[in-house]
Every structure is written in structure tokens, then in C-alpha cells.
């Protein structure tokens, strides 16, 4: 299940756009958790899914989105804190969910989308549709609890879930060897009596064409598969902390901005496959885009007060004494 | 065809077996999902539905209340029994985190119509860790609706309520009801209103609002009081969050005295937030000070003797009452 020529092209667009809305980012607003660096695993993963597949995001959201094909304007609008923004201005930068493109929540909380991946599993499963659920996580998530509880309930039930491991290394400042009894975190589908794949991160086709094969075995009933996507965070892991110690060394930084890049990396491969024209068209095409969407997001009003109360329930049921908080 | 109105004799358990089974008939979309299940009186249930509807879980409390949440996000309805209330600690992070917040946080882009079944284990004889009544808990996060049925026929209705509502609903069972009888309506329609209060009793000189399992006491201390020329209103809040203030305050209107029964502890209790309610709105009525007869602020001891001394009796809340002559 190769990508044809178009999807190629889709899959740098996406990469592009990832790239450079972060760029954005810290050019308007210095804001988040970014995820350049690791574009190929989230569009070679998002790639393999439909629209109507599940996702579940990140504290570092903005990736995933995107990959999965959201429209731009509202995500950047969100950032900004704006009305406009896809979630209102009541999310924000760790928060950046469409449901439009089945993307079903983003947590802050690290271990937080385990058990939400694998309950839209096991909703596509009872109403008996072929929907599949993919759940971004990090190398720092696998120590949460909800780590083991959720992948065991999705192994018991044959759930059709793909647990997907950015794996970049560390978390916020520890590296997977001090907090790893076994480092290898595709391994620990051993535990559960699922398939464990580690693939490399860097290389867009590798994670789509693994990615794929578990999304067709999660179709196909046979359950759910740990992949670890091997790949590495270019920048802090917020560019609101400042990191006070050296915990990786700059020649690591160094090696995987110009040798590992993996935007730089595809871009290689389409122009050896004859594609430099496509390419910088939709260079020209994704600069576009995002001065568009900074420009909408700058221009958009603020929130409202109350909006936030409109946002509370599906029934409100006498939120009158609620507001009065405010006064 | 039944008959309008007609009714039949069920135990408070039985009666939320029933709303399930109802729900579960009316909405192929209604999944039951919990530990044991079967032991917990949906033993039933497994005759006439799918497995695949009827999920035992593992013992993974904080997973599988968010993969409620997940399956409520996708078109699910789940109930899911978090059997014991103490439990629901382990789990308050997919509760808070992500069921009470995920509406808010993307803007309203996302419903979670998922109903959370726990029951509080106190005068069992289960010790500090089984014996929890943590409902004040989560009546101090917004985004989540709280229920606390005293009657079967109210367990029944709102359950079903809950589970035709679009938000997340967490009902507190408990155990000390489990077996009343009662007479619950039969017509699978017959819900009962989330966020309403009922008046159980009718009186003039007092009010006493009543939390879950302190309702037979306060009936009681009700009778009691009348005995002793003092006429009680007894109100039932149903419903913990959102809070039915209105009926609280008209009857305290009335009475000019508020005593509130509530098996919580004592700080930061659900009667705390009744007294502070009606001090703020209806402070001009009173004619003596609110009171709370309520669990002191200490864990439940295994010791039944001592436990059964911590919680709502009838004679505690006619001391109450008394003091405000
Ligand atoms: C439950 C919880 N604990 C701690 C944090 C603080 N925190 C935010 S991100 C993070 C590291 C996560 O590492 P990893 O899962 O590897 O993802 P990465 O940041 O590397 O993408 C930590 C500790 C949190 N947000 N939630």
C-alpha cells in the first residue's frame, strides 16, 4: 500500500504546513509545544487514515491536526486565543482538536488519551462500523498507568486501536534510558499479546506503510498494534520553559536538523522522483495558506464572557447561581 | 400495553436494573460497562443482550471510565458502573480531566452523553477505603451533572434521565437504600427531572433538606417533631449539581429555619454549600442559624459500633431542630 504520486505530494503539503505554521508561531507569538521534527511520523500515520478514523492528540497538538488535514485558519485562530479559533479561544495551543476530522480530543494530561483512543475503538466496534482509532502519545506517556490498562482492555476486546509512540527521546528533560526499565517501548506489546513495530520516524513512507497495515488489521478485527516511531524534537520542549540544565548535547541537536530533517528528507526523495515543480508550488501554496491564517487569526475578535457558559453543557439546567460567581 | 400510571413493587436495586434494561431496549447505543457487572445486579441483563452491549472490565478504574468517555464521544451512550464510590478517586482524572472539561475545552465541538453508576458502601462495615461519600467532590467541578436518588422510583427516573441527557452524569447509589421497596412506575418513559428537588413532606416551622440516605431520617425526625407540635418540610435534593436552589429557599421563605442532613463530611460538604446558598439569598428569613448534621471530619472506622455513631440518624436531626427554638 504504497502513497501514489498525489498522496506523496499530500503528505509533503502536510509536512510543509506543520513546518511552517509552528515557524509561524514562534515568528508571531512564542507560544506551546512544538512538534518540528516530528512531521514524518504524524502525516506518515495520519496518511494512513480516513477522515471518518478517530484520533487522539497531544499536549504538542498542533502536528496532529494538521497531518489529519484540518483546515488552517481555525487552528491558527485557536492559538491566538481568538472566538474564531476551532475550539472558541477555550482550548488553545495544547487543546487543538477538530472533530471534522476525527480528531476527538488532545490531552494536556500525558497519559490522558489512552483510555479515549481506546473507548472510540470500542464504539466503532459495537455500532459495527470499520472506523479506526489511532492514539499519538509520547515516550514519557508509556509510564502512565493508563498506558497498560487501556492497550490490555484494547488487546482483551480486539479493539480496533493503533497506539502510535512519537518516541523523541525525552520527556521534557529526562531521556527514555533514566526512566525506562527496558527502553525499547515497542516491546512492551509483548506484555499484552500484540504486534510491537518500531519504525523510523524521519522517513515518512516507512511510518505510512506500517501505519497502514495496523489500520487494516485493526479493520479486520484483529486488534490493536503498538507502533514506536523513532524520531527527535528540534526545538524545547516549550518555548515557554526555560531549561536551566544541558540535558542533550547541541552536537545531537546539530545531527538531527541537518541530517535528519524529515521535511528536508522527503523533499529530497520527490525531487529525485521528478517532482521539484509540484514541490515548490505547494511551497508557494503553504506559505499562502499560513500568512492567510496568521492574518485571520490576528484580525478575528476576542471571546466573550459569556461564552464561556454557552460551552459548559449540552442541557444547561439552571446555570443561573453558577454565573453569579462573576459578580 | 401497560396501563397509564400503573406501578410495581421494586427494591431501589432492582429499580436501577430496570432503567437499564429499559434503556438498553429503547437505545441500541446504551453499553453497560464495569467490573463484575453480574454481581452487581445486572446478572439479568446478560439474558437478553449482546455481549458485546455488556462489558466486564478489567481492574483498570481510571481506563475504563475514560474509555466511556471515549466511546460517549463516538456515538456510544455508556453507563459505567464504578461499583464503589471510593473508586472514583482512581478515576477523577478521566472524570475531571477529560469528561467534565472536553465539552468546554474544544469549544463545544464535543458532547459526552456518558452516565457514571458508583454507590457509597457506608454502615457496611467495609472500613475507611470502601466507605467514601464523595460527592461534594465532584459537585465543585463544573461541567458535570451529580445525582443522589433517595426512593427506587427517583433511582429509576434518573437514571434514565441520565442516560437521555447529552452530558456527563455521575449518580451516587446508596447501599443503605438498596433494598427499600417501593412502588416505581412501569412506563419505560417515566423519567424524573434532573435539578429538581422534591418536597417530601409539607410543613411550616422547620425545613430540613435531605441528602441520598438521610431521607428515612428525616421522615422520621419529621414524624418525631410533629409529635412534638413542630411542623417539618422535608425537601429531597435529587439532585447535587446543578443544585434546585429555588426550592430550598422558597421553603426556608417559609420556615424561617434550615437544618440540612448530609452523610458527607462535614467541611466543604454539600450541606456547606446549601447553608452558604441560603445565608447569601435568604439571609433576611432566617430566624436562627443554619445547622448541619452532617459526618465529622474523620475516616470511617471498621469498628460497626463506632461507624454507625458517625452518620445521620433521626434523633441527631431532631437535636438539630431543637436547638433552633
Ligand atoms: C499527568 C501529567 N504529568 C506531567 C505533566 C507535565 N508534562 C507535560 S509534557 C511532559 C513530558 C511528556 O513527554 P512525552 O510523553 O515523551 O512527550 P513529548 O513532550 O516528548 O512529546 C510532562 C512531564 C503533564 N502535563 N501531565
Redesign the interface.
Known sequence: MALDREQQLEAFRRMLRIRLFEEALIAHNPVGHLSIGHEGAIVGACMALRDDD?V?GTHRSHGHPIGKGAEIGPLMAEIFGKRT???????GSM?L???KMGL??E?A?VG?G??????????????GTDQA?LCFFGDGATNQ??FG??I??AA??KLPVVYFCENNGYAVTTPVSMSHGQPDIARRADGFGIPGITVDGQDVEAVHAVTADAVMRARRGEGPTLIEARTYRFDEHSNRLAIPIEYRSQEEIDHYRNERDPVALYRAILIQRDLLADIEAIEAEVRETIDAAVTFAKESPEPETSD?W??????P???D??MEGQS | MTLANSTTRLSYLQAIVEAQREEMRRDE?V?LMGEDIAVYGAQSLFDEFDA??L?N??I?E???????????????R?IVDLTIASFCYLAS??LI??AAK??????????V?LVVRTSTFYNNRTAAQHADRPYPLFMNT??L?VLAPATASDAKGLLKAAVR???PVVIFEDINLWNKKEDVPVDADVLVP??KAAVRREGNDVTIVSIAGCLPHAMKAADDLAGRGISAEVIDIRTIA?????TILSSVAKTGRLVIADNSHRVGSVASEIAA?VCEEAFDALKRPVRRVTAPQVHVPYNGALEKGLFVTRDKIVAAVEKLN
Open positions: 478517530y487522539t479559533g476551532i475550539c472558541k479561544g477555550l482550548g487543546h482538536t477538530d472533530t476527538i480530543c490531552s494530561i490522558g489512552f483510555p479515549l483512543a481506546t473507548g472510540a475503538g470500542l464504539s466503532a466496534q459495537v455500532r482509532s498507568g493508563t490498562e487501556s490490555n482492555m482483551v476486546w464561556l454557552d460551552n459548559m453543557y449540552a442541557n439546567i439552571g446555570l447561581r453558577a | 447505543n453499553i458485546s452491549r462489558r472490565t478489567p483498570s481510571n481506563s475504563f471510565v475514560g474509555v466511556g468517555v471515549g466511546a460517549a464521544l463516538t456515538g456510544l455508556p482524572d478521566q480531566n477529560q472536553l465539552r468546554f475545552m474544544t469549544g463545544g465541538q464535543l458532547s452523553p463544573p461541567g451533572k441527557d447529552d452530558d434532573i435539578g446543578p443544585l434546585d436552589s429555588t446558598v
